[in-house]
C-alpha cells in the first residue's frame, strides 16, 4: 500500500470535503489530489519512483485547492485515491478509467480488470467522489447560494517527449463566462505564458467532473492546470494561491455588467 506524501498532500478516504459549509460563490474539486493506494492493491506491480510521478496523481494541486478553499470560504470535495486505482475525471465507458498504460508506463495491476473488479473500484473510489460534489451542490443551490464549479489539476512539464511551455492553463469548452476574465487576468501578468485549452482541452476527456456537475446545472465552470515544477514546494503552493485568490475574489461572469476582473493581483511567483 502506497500512503500519499505529505501532510497536505491527499484527503483521508476515499473522498475528504473540505469547509462543507463555506459561503463563498465558488465549490473547489481536484480529482487527483492524492496517490494514495488502498489496502489490497499492492503498489500495482509499480516502484515507489512511479508511484510518485504525475501519472498517479497531481502534485500540488491540493495544497492550492486546500489553500484557496480557505481563503475564499469556499467548500473543496478532494478525491483521496490514485488515479492509478480509478480516474475520477472520467466517464465509466472511457478506456482511460483504469489506464492499463499511464503516459508510457505500463500498470501490471491493471491489465486484465474483470468486470466485477471495475465496478468494485466504481463503488468504492469514483461514486463516492462525484457523490459529494452533488450532495453539495444541491444543498446549496436549494439555500439559494451562488453556485460556480472550479476543478484544480497540475501537469507535468514535460510529456511524451514534449516541453510543455505554459506555466498555466484554464481549460473550458463553450462555456467560457469564468474562463475569459480569467485568461484575461493571468495574461496580464508580465512574463506568465498562459494555455488557453492547453495542455489540454475538454476534447481530450478531461472536462468530466465539470460537464457531470456544472454544465448539466447550468453553473458558471473552468479547470486550473498548473504546471507541477510550480507547485513543487510550500512557499510556491502558498503564493500560486494567492494570486489565484485574489483573482477569484474579485472576478466576475463574463456576462456581468462591469466585469472588475482587472483587479490588482499580486506576482507570479517562480518555480523552485
Same mark, same amino acid.
Request: charged fraction near 20%; aromatic fraction near 6%; proline fraction near 7%.
Given at each position: 500500500?502506497?500512503?500519499?506524501?505529505?501532510?497536505?498532500?491527499?484527503?483521508?478516504?476515499?473522498?475528504?470535503? %473540505?469547509? @462543507?459549509?463555506?459561503?463563498?460563490?465558488?465549490? %473547489?474539486? *481536484?480529482?487527483? @489530489?492524492?496517490?494514495?493506494?488502498?489496502?489490497?492493491?499492492?503498489?500495482?506491480?509499480?516502484?515507489?519512483?512511479?508511484?510518485?510521478?504525475?501519472?498517479?496523481?497531481?502534485?500540488?494541486? %491540493?495544497?492550492?485547492? =486546500?489553500?484557496?478553499?480557505?481563503?475564499?470560504?469556499?467548500?473543496?470535495?478532494?478525491?483521496?485515491? +490514485?488515479?492509478?486505482?480509478?480516474? *475520477?475525471?472520467?466517464?465509466?465507458?472511457?478506456?482511460?478509467?483504469?489506464?492499463?498504460?499511464?503516459? $508510457?508506463?505500463?500498470?501490471?495491476?491493471?491489465?486484465?480488470?474483470?468486470?466485477?473488479?471495475?465496478?468494485?473500484?466504481?463503488?468504492? +473510489?469514483?461514486?463516492?467522489?462525484?457523490?459529494?460534489?452533488? @450532495?453539495?451542490?444541491?444543498?446549496?443551490?436549494? @439555500?439559494?447560494?451562488?453556485?460556480?464549479?472550479?476543478?484544480?489539476?497540475? %501537469?507535468?512539464?514535460?510529456?511524451?517527449?514534449?516541453? =510543455?511551455?505554459?506555466?498555466?492553463?484554464?481549460?473550458?469548452?463553450?462555456?467560457?463566462?469564468?474562463?475569459?476574465?480569467?485568461?484575461?487576468?493571468?495574461? =496580464?501578468?508580465?512574463?506568465? $505564458?498562459?494555455?488557453?485549452?492547453?495542455?489540454?482541452?475538454?476534447?481530450?476527456?478531461?472536462?468530466? $467532473?465539470?460537464?457531470?456537475?456544472?454544465?448539466?446545472?447550468?453553473?458558471? *465552470?473552468?479547470?486550473?492546470?498548473?504546471?507541477?515544477?510550480?507547485?513543487?514546494?510550500?512557499?510556491?503552493?502558498?503564493?500560486?494561491?494567492?494570486?489565484? $485568490?485574489?483573482?477569484?475574489?474579485?472576478?466576475?461572469?463574463?456576462?456581468?455588467?462591469?466585469?472588475?476582473?482587472?483587479?490588482?493581483?499580486?506576482?507570479?511567483? +517562480?518555480?523552485?
Amino acid at each position: 500500500m502506497n500512503t500519499a506524501q505529505g501532510a497536505e498532500s491527499a484527503p483521508a478516504g476515499s473522498v475528504g470535503v %473540505f469547509n @462543507a459549509e463555506g459561503r463563498g460563490r465558488i465549490v %473547489f474539486a *481536484c480529482d487527483h @489530489a492524492s496517490n494514495f493506494l488502498p489496502e489490497g492493491y499492492g503498489t500495482l506491480g509499480l516502484g515507489n519512483d512511479d508511484l510518485s510521478r504525475h501519472i498517479a496523481w497531481d502534485p500540488g494541486a %491540493f495544497p492550492v485547492a =486546500r489553500a484557496m478553499s480557505a481563503a475564499l470560504d469556499a467548500p473543496l470535495v478532494a478525491a483521496g485515491t +490514485s488515479r492509478l486505482v480509478i480516474d *475520477c475525471n472520467r466517464p465509466l465507458d472511457a478506456p482511460d478509467l483504469i489506464p492499463a498504460i499511464s503516459e $508510457t508506463t505500463r500498470i501490471p495491476g491493471n491489465a486484465a480488470v474483470s468486470a466485477a473488479e471495475k465496478a468494485r473500484r466504481i463503488a468504492e +473510489s469514483h461514486a463516492p467522489f462525484h457523490n459529494a460534489i452533488d @450532495a453539495l451542490i444541491e444543498r446549496r443551490l436549494n @439555500a439559494g447560494v451562488e453556485t460556480w464549479v472550479v476543478s484544480v489539476h497540475s %501537469f507535468t512539464p514535460v510529456y511524451k517527449g514534449r516541453h =510543455r511551455p505554459w506555466k498555466i492553463g484554464i481549460i473550458h469548452d463553450d462555456d467560457a463566462r469564468i474562463a475569459q476574465p480569467l485568461i484575461r487576468s493571468l495574461q =496580464r501578468q508580465p512574463g506568465l $505564458t498562459v494555455g488557453v485549452n492547453e495542455p489540454y482541452s475538454p476534447a481530450d476527456r478531461v472536462y468530466y $467532473t465539470l460537464e457531470r456537475h456544472a454544465r448539466a446545472r447550468g453553473l458558471p *465552470c473552468a479547470m486550473i492546470e498548473i504546471r507541477n515544477d510550480e507547485i513543487a514546494a510550500d512557499a510556491a503552493q502558498r503564493k500560486w494561491a494567492d494570486v489565484l $485568490t485574489a483573482i477569484l475574489s474579485d472576478l466576475e461572469p463574463e456576462e456581468a455588467k462591469g466585469s472588475r476582473s482587472s483587479a490588482s493581483v499580486q506576482s507570479i511567483p +517562480s518555480a523552485s
